[in-house]
């Protein structure tokens, strides 16, 4: 059976011109980047070039990005950073309540260390109310960390807007574009952003390599504590292969993202009015424009996500119902209760992500088979239904 994969928002395969990129680093070139002889200094050499190529990509300089483990680490920085930073000038941070939870479980740990998080409510379509972000600054805020756009339901946010508020008060602003990176046209100078996060995993690059973005004079507290890498501000030997992979992932999305933009949302769109046409009960989650190219996520009444997605794995199609989520009774999505979806029908989601190696023929492929696997799906979830009522009375 051939497989089609559609949860690129979750990861991407590495771009095979990255691998070729990264191995000569886990051999000839295995120097320490930190030590003054040949073999450190190549790999010096590659590490400020891949630099280069990632600060090229979000139109900054190459000395305000700094290499992290990932887009967890390079919000948990950005947040934990800015309020260790600042914590005499203010304790209050603003944020939205649908944040990535690398985003808001660092909130939620700096609340028990005296600082106060606010978390902004979206609208039906997952936007945030650039006046609500103004109404929320109190003298005491630090910092405001909006995403670029959701990982879930692909919703983009008016950062430039919010931007403009954060300058005009002189707040930090930080955005979370770890799926935005990559996939449209991300420049830190018209978004107005200070910080800005980054996965090298969701571009086509490896995993376990990062960065963040720190605009020239903010401040930020060291992260991690130890040598002098990374400016200071993030200490431990640089993974020199990954860094070069990323580089390189960079350099590729660059080259491809006009033409990828175009031939993803065609495919996106020809998926969502297939859906519409096809099968009745059926919810788009989020906005209907201002959406990433790649992302599809809808609710069907009475189906269960977990069904769904087993009867589509079964047909060897891999989708999400959301985050990634594994447990067998699952939370239902944060992200879509701050829609203002129920829980049931948060429970009913699927999340379609495509990438570079969907095809027009596999959404026809996929159209195909839906309506009968939520069929399928709407009738299990009721038999469910039933089991857990007689379970209860008896
Ligand atoms: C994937 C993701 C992250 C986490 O990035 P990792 O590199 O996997 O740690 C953070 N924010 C968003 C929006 C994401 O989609």
Do not use: W
């Not at 978390?119 to 650039?130: A, E, F, R, S, T």
């Not at 519409?276 to 959406?291: A, C, F």
């Not at 829609?339 to 190696?357: D, I, K, N, V």
């Amino acid at each position: 059976m051939n497989r089609i994969y559609l949860d690129y928002a979750a990861t991407t395969p590495t771009h095979p011109e990255v691998v070729q990129a990264m191995l000569p680093y886990f051999t000839d070139v295995f120097g320490n980047p930190s030590t003054p002889y040949a073999y450190g200094q190549e790999a010096r050499k590659a590490v400020e070039e891949a630099r280069n190529k990632v600060a090229s990509l979000i139109n900054a300089q190459s000395e305000e990005i700094v290499f992290t483990s990932g887009g967890t680490e390079a919000d948990n920085f950005a947040i934990e950073g800015v309020a260790y930073a600042n914590e005499n000038a203010g304790n209050h941070i603003i944020t939205t309540s649908i944040e990535h939870h690398a985003v808001i479980e660092t909130g939620k740990f700096l609340e028990k260390r005296g600082f106060t998080v606010t978390y902004l409510p979206v609208d039906k379509y997952g936007l945030v109310n650039p006046q609500d972000v103004k109404k929320a600054i109190t003298d005491k805020t630090i910092l405001i960390s909006v995403m670029h756009a959701n990982n879930e339901v692909g919703t983009i946010e008016s950062i430039s807007e919010i931007g403009k508020i954060a300058k005009e008060r002189g707040i930090i602003f930080h955005t979370d574009a770890v799926q935005t990176v990559g996939h449209i046209p991300v420049d830190v100078d018209e978004l107005g952003v200070d910080l800005l996060s980054i996965s090298a995993h969701k571009l086509y690059g490896p995993k376990g390599i990062g960065a963040l973005y720190i605009k020239k004079g903010t401040r930020l507290a060291p992260f991690i504590h130890g040598g002098q890498q990374e400016r200071r501000q993030r200490a431990g030997t640089e993974n020199t292969p990954a860094i070069v992979g990323f580089g390189k992932a960079a350099e590729i999305a660059a080259e491809e993202m006009t033409d990828e933009v175009k031939r993803l949302t065609f495919l996106r769109d020809k998926f969502i009015t297939g859906l519409l046409g096809q099968v009745d009960d059926l919810q788009l989650n989020g906005h209907p424009t201002k959406r990433l190219p790649n992302n599809i996520n809808v609710s069907i009444d009475s189906a269960k996500s977990e069904l769904m997605l087993l009867n589509l794995e079964a047909e060897g199609i891999y989708a999400s119902a959301g985050s990634a989520c594994s447990s067998s009774n699952p939370e239902p999505s944060h992200v879509l209760l701050a829609l203002g979806l129920s829980p049931e029908q948060a429970r009913s989601a699927l999340r379609f992500t495509l990438g570079r190696g969907t095809t027009e023929n596999s959404i026809e492929q996929v159209l195909e088979v839906l309506p009968h696997i939520i069929d399928k799906a709407m009738v299990m979830s009721e038999l469910l239904e039933g089991l857990a009522r007689r379970s209860r009375c008896c």
